[in-house]
């Protein structure tokens, strides 16, 4: 546990940005009173919405709906988007009102220009280059080779035989699957440890997972400690639908943004205050946005916390096989193997859609330690379940060894490669990024082109990089990043010609 | 000598122990009961026969057929660069194509009477997360939706576990072939008043489960002014719809809403699935279909927890898009139900049991009330358990469907092939034959 006091940055002007920085902070964990914690958030979202409202290029954030058939014509044109809706139509829940804010967050709008204006290099090279989706397109050729020789067969199996998909099958996967989902999880650790197929519930994607967790430990109101900056989807898949909070736990740059147990403590003891039970911990290794790994200290001590305050860890290891430095990884569950400590409070989160560039397809792994909630979970997974047809074909490719193998080693490659020559070209630029083992994206420091040091100059400076050097990234305050200037660059949707062209849009704004 | 302090152990959330899953109700300790001792007509021939699964096998050829005769359906549609967006693509707006697909397949299954624009079909991994995720938008926890009896025991979990969402149910009986009144929606509505909940919505099964029936237009038309009279929402889970027996049999709420000029229909979601119609609950596709422009945003978002697999997706697209496929297909198995429930119907008859009578879905409604000592749920559920452990059939008794008279039990006979339902009907027979030479007398 690394115990650093306030450190400055350097020079004068961090000086100041530390006198926004400190009160910030204090307003973030709750010690700047009630007034000056309701205020300022309140100011910012004010100022981010009046921001927003008038750099967003239209109206409407819905996409209409195209042709309606002339009897619906009528419905349509009442665009019902508040609860009261004309007529006295029947309102929704507040949490289906909740939804509607979170479309305007940068995040989702970059996201959206994107699809509406996209990069390509021939067809449309002015478009909107998409930095802002941690997809893994870089491996798609050998996966799409694989599927091309063996899919048909993977499927429907040598006799075409549908009734072995198409009847109702475990909802929580088969064990075929689980099986070998556990070897896969354990090679992309480099078999550091072994995963036990009976531990795992399959759901649809990693985010169902998150939810069916925080579900299954937590009631609504109760509350999880995230470190902060952490990926905006986290907040709709912990939040949403349980009415469980999120408190943020701070790590800063002069830690190299990694976990400390005081930081931890002090969260905690804000959520005592604030009458918020916190049930467990959640954090992600390899980390997003920054892509850093837990060391086995960090790990211990996060175990320690979790025992003293007899709390749960969630651990979402779904970047494990996408680490591409000289560090190694460590999952939680070796931590677990080598110590005695309570496995009833440490469950993992992982997916096929980043080691496996499969987002499409729709597999998520609840592992857990804990009897209890394997048995909850694996009755939830009805809501969440993996298309049958799907399990089979990765059934067997999981079970190609030597695909599997060659896959795993030449996605590492080319990951490195990417993100070395990625981080150079942003270096020519003099923009440092954070170094990352891991994960499909940089962490760049661009405060010093803020023009305020602060959240609205930091949207400023993205809106800039949208709109001028028409490139979507995703700012740190859409990750709670509490210092300004912070930004996630994924790298994997590009070719590596495209580092050029980025480069020069973004030498575009930094020398204007 | 070190002294153990007792760690208390870390506590889990009420929702991940509470029991609303049901699954300790006598619906699921039959299948308890298959699973140890499944029938198999040759290697296990004096086993459990599964009546209480509600899946449609009988029409497996006809896709298997279609799968064979099309090949780059199992593979990859449009070859090599159609799989690169398809593995990425996680798009919680669904495939285009696929959305044009469902949306079409649901207008010929409503012989046409009735479009559907794919821009309001919201794409959820099955039936069963449709309901649920309805169910978080229309409702609040501690509110309540109004279901008619019988209805499905998952709901009991569907609808209520995740969401704090309570069923208050609406009373149906046999004195008028348990069809729902006005009366009965308002009893329920007053029920749940004087409990102090708020009614957000009423979910109807058409055609209904467990009654194996079509709701009648004009109970539809009563339907739909009771909520607009008490301004709630409507969900109509239409997921038997291309099981009833004639394609004329059925209405669709969409109809209704039609004639009606579409008056009032924003409140009115319909739910989807190809599970039953199609045969392949294992693919998990199901869909909300909303008339409420803000539910079908919502919905859509909110579907990120449970979307169905592109390559599913692609898949089926181009199969539900073959129209001289899909017309055919949909022909047959109508066909092909029918004559599975005339099977049924006749063999139970044959045996002095008598049936409601049924026009759609994979399951009958029989009536074995005669055979109560008392007219109790309790007597209901011996009789149950003495069909499962000496007639050897899991077949669902009517009190795990909340309904309101003991001794009926849903029968489901689209799950096996010809032979095995003969099997089970000589079985009832041989059951009632039995009681019969007995005197009648057993104490149930």
């Known amino acids: 546990m690394t115990q650093t006091e306030e450190t400055t940055t350097g020079g004068g002007g961090a000086k100041t940005a530390m006198r926004v920085i400190v009160p910030l902070q204090g307003v973030v964990q709750g010690r700047g009173g009630l007034v000056l914690g309701s205020i300022i958030p309140c100011a910012l979202f004010y100022f981010l919405q009046f921001y927003l409202k008038r750099h967003r290029s239209e109206p409407d954030p819905e996409p209409a709906p195209t042709d309606p058939p002339a009897g619906l014509h009528r419905v349509q044109s009442r665009l019902v988007l508040s609860p009261r809706g004309l007529g006295g139509a029947a309102h929704v829940s507040g949490r289906a009102n909740s939804v509607a804010r979170q479309a305007d967050t940068p995040y989702y709008v970059g996201l959206k220009r994107v699809s509406e204006d996209p990069y390509d290099v021939e067809s449309s090279p002015d478009g909107v280059i998409q930095l802002g989706l941690a997809e893994n397109k870089l491996s798609l050729d050998l996966v799409q080779k694989w599927l091309a020789a063996n899919a048909r067969e993977s499927i429907l199996g040598r006799d075409l035989s549908i009734s072995g998909i198409a009847t109702y099958q475990p909802l929580d996967g088969l064990m075929e699957l689980k099986v070998a989902v556990a070897g896969f999880m354990s090679q992309v650790m480099e078999k550091t440890v072994s995963f036990n197929p009976s531990q795992i519930v399959l759901t649809a994607g990693a985010t169902p997972a998150i939810e069916m967790l925080s579900f299954c430990l937590a009631d609504a109101g109760n509350a999880f400690l995230v470190p902060s900056p952490y990926y905006p989807d986290l907040d709709r898949d912990v939040k949403w639908r349980t009415g469980v909070e999120i408190i943020p736990v701070p790590c800063r740059s002069a830690d190299n943004f990694s976990l400390s147990t005081t930081a931890l403590d002090r969260a905690f003891n804000q959520a005592k205050k604030r009458g918020l039970k916190v049930r467990g911990v959640i954090i992600s290794n390899p980390s997003n946005p920054v892509g850093n790994l837990f060391n086995r200290e960090t790990l211990y001590n996060l175990l320690d916390f979790a025992r003293e305050k007899n709390i749960h860890i969630i651990s979402n290891e779904i970047l494990a096989g996408s680490t591409h430095g000289s560090e190694e990884f460590i999952s939680v569950a070796e931590i677990i193997d080598s110590e005695d400590f309570d496995r009833n409070r440490v469950h993992i989160v992982y997916g096929l859609s980043k080691d496996l560039s499969l987002p499409g397809f729709r597999v998520g792994v609840v592992y857990t330690f804990n009897e209890n909630v394997l048995v909850a979970a694996k009755k939830l997974a009805r809501f969440s379940s993996v298309s049958a047809p799907t399990q089979r074909l990765l059934i067997s490719m999981l079970s190609d060894a030597n695909f599997i193998q060659n896959f795993i080693k030449t996605n590492r490659e080319r990951l490195r490669r990417m993100y070395i020559e990625f981080v150079d070209g942003l270096k020519q630029l003099g923009i440092d990024c954070m170094k990352s083992s891991g994960g499909f994206y940089c962490w760049a420091d661009m405060s010093r082109l803020l023009r305020s040091y602060s959240e609205e100059g930091e949207l400023e400076l993205w809106d800039k990089l949208l709109n001028v050097a028409k490139i979507n990234v995703t700012p740190g305050s859409s990750c709670h990043c509490i210092e300004p200037g912070w930004f996630r660059l994924c790298f994997t949707t590009l070719e590596k010609n495209d580092i050029p062209i980025v480069i020069e849009r973004i030498r575009k704004v930094t020398e204007s | ?444």
């Open chain 2, 1 to 444: 000598m070190t002294i153990e302090v007792e760690q208390p152990s870390v506590e889990l959330s009420k929702i991940a122990v509470s029991e609303t899953h049901g699954e300790h109700s006598p619906y699921f300790a039959g299948w308890k009961a298959y699973d140890e001792d499944p029938y198999h007509e040759s290697s296990n021939p004096s086993g459990v026969i599964q009546m209480g699964l509600a899946e449609n096998q009988v029409s497996f050829d006809l896709l298997e057929e279609y799968l064979e005769h099309h090949p780059q359906e199992a593979s990859w549609g449009k070859g090599a660069s159609g799989f690169r967006e398809n593995a990425l693509f996680q798009d919680y707006h669904g495939l285009q194509s696929f959305r044009n697909a469902m949306a079409s397949f649901m207008g010929q299954v409503r012989g046409e009477r009735a479009k559907f624009n794919p821009d309001r079909v919201v794409l959820t991994a099955g039936a069963t997360a449709a309901n649920e995720l309805l169910t978080f938008i229309l409702a609040n926890p501690g509110d309540a939706l109004l279901v008619p009896t019988p209805y499905y025991p998952g709901f009991d979990r569907d609808l209520r576990w995740r969401t704090g969402v309570n069923i208050v149910p609406v009373h149906c009986d046999s004195s008028n072939n348990f069809q729902v009144t006005p009366k009965a929606l308002d009893a329920a509505y007053s029920r749940a008043e004087a409990m102090n909940i708020k009614v957000k919505g009423l979910l109807i099964t058409n055609p209904s489960n467990p009654l194996g029936a079509t709701i009648q237009r004009s109970v539809l038309g009563d339907i739909l002014d009771f909520v607009t009279r008490k301004n709630i929402h409507l969900v109509s889970d239409e997921i038997y719809s291309g099981s009833a027996f004639s394609s004329t049999e059925f209405v669709s709420i969409a109809e209704v809403l039609e004639s009606r000029d579409y008056k009032d229909s924003e409140r009115v979601h319909i739910v989807y699935s190809l599970s039953k119609d199609l045969g392949l609950p294992g693919f998990r596709v199901g869909t909300i279909y909303s008339y409420n422009d803000k539910v079908v945003t919502t919905a859509r978002r909110m579907s990120s927890f449970t979307l169905i697999s592109s390559q599913t997706q692609q898949l089926l697209a181009s199969m539900l898009s073959d129209k001289s496929f899909t017309q055919n297909y949909i022909k047959t198995n109508r066909e092909r139900l029918k004559k599975r429930y005339q099977a049924i119907i006749g063999g139970l008859r044959n045996a002095g049991i008598d049936c409601l009578e049924g026009n759609a879905g994979l399951f009958c409604w029989m009536n074995l009330s005669q055979l109560l000592e008392k007219p109790t749920r309790e007597c209901e559920l011996d009789l149950w358990n003495t069909i499962l452990q000496e007639v050897k059939l899991n077949i669902s008794p009517g009190s795990s469907c909340h309904c309101s008279e003991p001794g009926w039990f849903r029968v489901c006979f689209a799950n096996m092939s010809e032979q095995t339902l003969e099997v089970a009907l000589t079985r009832i027979h041989q059951f009632m034959e039995g009681r019969k030479t007995n005197g009648g007398n057993l104490n149930f």
